[in-house]
C-alpha cells in the first residue's frame, strides 16, 4: 500500500522560508511526476509545482521563490519555500504518479501539511 506522507509545515513570518518534504513508501517500482498542490479557505486546490523527470515548473505566483526538487533514492520531493507571503497561507499537499510492482500506474495525494505565513 503506497503512502505519501508530508512534513516541514508551520508558521513562520513574511519573508521567511520553510522547505517541505513528502516520502513515498509501500510497494513502489517508480515514481514519474511528482506534485506539489495548496488550498487555501475557501478557494480550490491549485497546482503549486511539479517535477517530471528533472524537469520542474511552477505556477507564476511562486515563480523565483519556490524550488521544487527530488531525491529518488529516498522517494523523495522537496518543496524549498523562499520569501513567503501572507497569501502563500495554506494547506500544502504532495502529489505523485507511481508506478507500482504489480505493473500498474496510481496516483496519490498525501494528507497535506498547513503552511501559515503571519506576523
Known amino acids: 500500500q503506497v503512502q505519501l506522507v508530508e512534513s516541514g509545515g508551520g508558521l513562520v513570518q513574511p519573508g521567511g522560508s520553510l522547505r517541505l518534504s513528502c516520502t513515498a513508501s509501500?510497494?513502489?517500482?517508480?515514481?514519474?511526476?511528482l506534485g506539489w498542490y495548496r488550498q487555501a479557505p475557501g478557494k480550490q486546490r491549485e497546482l503549486v509545482a511539479a517535477?517530471?523527470?528533472?524537469?520542474?515548473t511552477y505556477t507564476d505566483s511562486v515563480k523565483g521563490r519556490f524550488t521544487i526538487s527530488r531525491d529518488d533514492a529516498k522517494n523523495t520531493v522537496y518543496l524549498q519555500m523562499n520569501s513567503l507571503k501572507p497569501e502563500d497561507t495554506a494547506v500544502y499537499y504532495c502529489?505523485?504518479?507511481?508506478?507500482?510492482?504489480?505493473?500498474?500506474?496510481?496516483?496519490?495525494w498525501g494528507r497535506g501539511t498547513q503552511v501559515t505565513v503571519s506576523a
Open positions: 517535477i517530471t523527470g528533472r524537469t520542474p
Open positions: 502529489n505523485a504518479d507511481i508506478m507500482v510492482r504489480t505493473g500498474a500506474r496510481y496516483n496519490y
Open positions: 509501500g510497494g513502489i517500482f517508480s515514481i514519474n511526476a
